[in-house]
Structures are given as C-alpha cells and as structure tokens.
C-alpha cells in the first residue's frame, strides 16, 4: 500500500546514539541527506544509564562532529551528555524521526527501503547504529521475570533499610552496591567468578574492596543464582545452597547487540565467539551491499571493543566511503573499557 508520508533520503541511520548522530553529520558534512530513526528519545541508552552517572572518558573523548563538550567536573556526567548530545543534533539541524522503530529493510542498494512501525523511508545507503543497551544478558533462572528483578539500575535510593542483592561483578555492579550502601541499603554482590573485576576502574575497586572486607557490603564468589523468589534469591556457593533475603533485585550481568535484529536486516554473523556481524573491518560495510554497521554493534558480544570513543570514527570511515572520498584509517584499537 502506497505510504503517503514516504520521504527519501541518501542515508538513513539506524540509531540515534552518539555513533548514529556522528554519522549523520559527517553525511551531511559531505553534502548526502540523512535521516536518523530511533525506536525510542534521542540518545535512548544514555537516557537510560544510572541517574547523575559520570562517565569513564574526560569529555573531548565523547565529542562528535568537532563540538567541544563542556562540563564542570573532570568527567562529564550523563545530564552532561545528554544536553551535549541534544544540543549537537539541534544544531546541526539533523533530520529525527523518534519513537519510531525500525521493524525491516527492503530492497538493494540505491533503493533501500527501510521498513518501521510507522511506515516507509528510502534510502541509497543505510547505516546501523543500534549499539548494545536493549538486551540483557539474562540469568535465565526462574524468578527472573518477577517485577522486583531488574536489569537497569538507576538510582540507590528507594531501597534504603531494604536488603538489595547485586548479581555482578563489573563496573555497573560495583557502582551500584556501592551507592546502595551510602543510600541505607544492605548490599550483597552475588559474583560468578573468584573476584571483582580487574576491569573495575582503579578509582572504585579499592572503594569496593575496602567496604567488604568492613562487611558493610556483602560478596559472595564463585557463586551463581539457582532461582528468585519474592523474598529470596537462591544462590549457590562452593559451600552449597543459601536463601539470600533480598526485596530487590539488580541482575547487572550486561547487555548484548539485538542479533535477532540485524538477522531482520540481513546481516550474518561471522560466527566466532563474539559472534560479530559481519562487516569489513576496513570499510564497515555487512554482507549486504550498501547496508554498515557503526558503533557498538560491530563488535558482536564484545561490548567492550567499540564505545564512544573509538566508535565515533566509524563516522568518518562511512561518510567518507559514501560521498566517494578516500577512506580514512581507523584509530588503533584503544584500552577496552567494561561496565
Ligand atoms: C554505564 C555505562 C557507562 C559508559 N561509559 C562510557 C564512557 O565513559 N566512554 C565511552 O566511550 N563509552 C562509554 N559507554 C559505552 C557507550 O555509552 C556506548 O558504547 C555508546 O552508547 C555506543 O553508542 P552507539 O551510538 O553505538 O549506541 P547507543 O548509544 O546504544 O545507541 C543505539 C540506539 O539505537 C536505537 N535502536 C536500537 N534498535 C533500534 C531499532 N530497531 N529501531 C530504531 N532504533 C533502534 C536505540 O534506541 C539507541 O538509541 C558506557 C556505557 C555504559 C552502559
């Protein structure tokens, strides 16, 4: 059926995270139109980190399109970013179309014709930026699904005087037990592993540590979770079965790329570990001629191989290929970060 709001553009972007808006630009820079779609608000995963987050990089690391971020603090927090983000894409006057998700692609390079909820979009190229922040990595143990069980920490305090259990070890998990402690909660980290992260930053590790070997924050390792009951969470330890009283539950056990997404969009998996889209690690360009990966999503499982920092290139690498120019080398490969 003829679509009466069809529009067409020379790429549409797939993503308006950080690495989808730093594409748009640098299309639009290159004198190609561009449109960015995003299943939810505009930079939709920031909006979703802890409230008041600081980021790992000092702020000339999240700049796209060469606009300098500003912020009070050593590093930016994510209001920060998310008034830097919004005032780029406003500036740059980029082509929105939020709250709309893209359910399919059509067609072939040239004359794509990318499918959403709510109609059509052509476009000669089309670029996905879908990163990696809306699928959990479950549990998959029963319990999981009841409503005090959440994969998304925000913030501590509705959990004071409350027994919180942590399920994690990295970054995400630390920082949250950590705050939960100094909001009045009673924290305990459930760890699969003998350790907390070495990946942990070095400025919240010792903080960590230090607060469990005080006991105020309680950890048990080489300990999984057999089950979650309203109450409870049943975990397994090398000294065998414990209740765990627990009225809410963080699972911070990370997030992977929507595969089940990209297969939609024709796009095969390399099929090693990380189970990485296929892509050219050059050009960006998938199996499916036209059709690029940017951001996050490149690295497949691998979440930690492409971020802001690294990945904003990819930008560049893209826009560059489109609009005939000579493409630009990535930078090398930088310290990978874990959250
Ligand atoms: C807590 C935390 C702290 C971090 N700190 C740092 C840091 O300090 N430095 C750093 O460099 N990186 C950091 N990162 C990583 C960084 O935020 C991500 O790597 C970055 O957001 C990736 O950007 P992106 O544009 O590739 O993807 P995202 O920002 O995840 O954007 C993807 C967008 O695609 C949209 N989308 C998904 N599917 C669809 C669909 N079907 N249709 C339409 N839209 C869709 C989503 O709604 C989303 O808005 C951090 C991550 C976390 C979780």
Redesign the pocket.
């Known amino acids: 059926m003829a679509d009466s709001s069809f529009s067409s553009f020379d790429v549409v972007v797939?993503?308006?995270?950080?690495?989808?808006?730093?594409c748009a630009i640098e299309v639009q820079r290159r004198g190609l139109t561009a449109c960015v779609?995003?299943?939810?608000?505009?930079?939709?995963?920031?909006i979703?980190?802890?409230t008041n987050?600081e980021?790992?990089?000092t702020p000339e690391?999240?700049e796209i399109g060469g606009y300098p971020m500003t912020t009070l603090h050593y590093?930016p927090l994510r209001e920060d970013a998310l008034d830097y983000y919004r005032r780029v894409a406003f500036a740059e006057q980029l082509t929105l179309r939020l709250y709309?998700?893209?359910?399919g692609l059509e067609g072939e390079v040239g004359r794509y014709e990318v499918v959403?909820e709510k109609g059509r979009l052509g476009a000669r190229y089309v670029i996905v930026?879908?990163?990696?922040?809306?699928v959990p990595n479950y549990l998959n143990v029963p319990g999981e699904e009841l409503p005090h069980v959440t994969h998304y920490y925000k913030e501590p305090y509705a959990h004071a005087d409350q027994d919180v259990v942590v399920v994690g070890a990295k970054?995400?998990s630390a920082k949250a037990a950590l705050q939960l402690l100094r909001a009045g909660a009673r924290p305990i980290l459930v760890v699969r592993g003998a350790q907390i992260s070495d990946s942990v930053k070095y400025w919240i590790r010792p903080d960590l540590l230090n607060r469990i070997k005080e006991a105020r924050i309680g950890a048990l390792f080489n300990t999984t979770v057999e089950r979650i009951t309203p109450t409870t969470v049943e975990v397994r330890t090398p000294e065998g079965l414990r209740s765990l009283p627990a009225q809410h539950v963080y699972a911070l056990t990370g997030?992977h790329p929507?595969f089940r997404?990209l297969t939609v969009l024709g796009i095969s998996c390399q099929g090693d570990a990380a189970q990485t889209p296929t892509h050219d690690a050059d050009t960006l360009e998938t199996n499916r001629p036209g059709l690029y990966l940017?951001?996050?999503?490149c690295g497949g499982l691998n979440?930690?191989r492409?971020?802001?920092?690294?990945?904003r290139y990819h930008a560049q690498v893209i826009a560059a290929r489109l609009a005939g120019e000579a493409t630009p080398a990535l930078p090398a490969v930088q310290q990978p970060?874990a959250?």
């Open positions: 797939i993503g308006a995270g950080p690495v989808g808006l730093a779609v995003d299943k939810g608000a505009l930079v939709n995963s920031l979703g980190y802890p987050m980021f790992f990089s690391l999240l590093k709309e998700r893209v359910t959403t930026a879908t990163g990696f922040y809306d970054n995400s997030y929507d997404f940017a951001g996050t999503v979440t930690s492409w971020f802001i920092e690294n990945g970060i959250y």
